[in-house]
């Protein structure tokens, strides 16, 4: 019987010699038949420590290792260090729009970046505009004296005579 081989993505590769790894495929719902992803984790025995967080693997079956481990690495397919990672044929389609939405991502922040660069370089270029200092603007505002205001004036004595109580 042959063995069983699956693609998925390295979540932990913290312990000696196993990685978690996380396979997800699409199912259609038995009574909606509508197509639901479907993730599962697998404890894969790694002997030599070569799978990374975020690589995309190529597991297989193998003999029970441990009360959870029931596969090894078989291969990895591509490594996860970032947008510009290239996948092979082998990989499923959830590593390859993963590896596109990195990719995306990356573009618009390098654009970002970009943007605010120039915007930074144009406003060297422009000399600043003549903004008035905060005692210019209290000088340019009317006076309480001149809107009517005098300060001698008691609380009691602004409420209208109808509203007296």
């Known amino acids: 019987m042959p063995k069983k081989k699956i693609?998925?993505?390295v979540l932990n590769s913290k312990l000696d010699k196993t990685i978690t790894v996380e396979v997800t495929r699409l199912m259609e719902h038995p009574r909606y038949k509508k197509y639901v992803r479907v993730?599962?984790?697998y404890l894969v025995h790694d002997e030599n420590n070569e799978a990374k967080t975020g690589d995309v693997v190529r597991i297989q079956e193998f003999r029970p290792i441990s009360k959870?481990?029931?596969?090894v690495l078989d291969a990895i397919v591509s490594r996860g260090v970032g947008p510009e990672v290239e996948l092979t044929e082998e990989a499923g389609i959830e590593e390859i729009s993963r590896a596109?939405?990195?990719?995306?991502?990356?573009?618009?922040?390098?654009?970002?970046?970009?943007t605010s660069e120039e915007r930074a370089l144009t406003d060297e270029n422009v000399p600043a505009q003549d903004t008035p200092s905060i005692s210019e603007e209290v000088g340019?505002?009317?006076?309480d004296a001149q809107i009517g205001f005098k300060s001698e004036e008691s609380p009691e004595s602004m409420i209208p005579q109808g509203e007296k109580s």
């Open 7 to 9: 693609v998925g993505t």
């Open 39 to 41: 993730r599962k984790k």
């Open 68 to 71: 959870r481990k029931r596969f």
């Open 100 to 114: 596109m939405r990195e990719k995306d991502e990356a573009e618009r922040l390098a654009k970002r970046v970009k």
């Open 140 to 143: 340019a505002r009317e006076t």
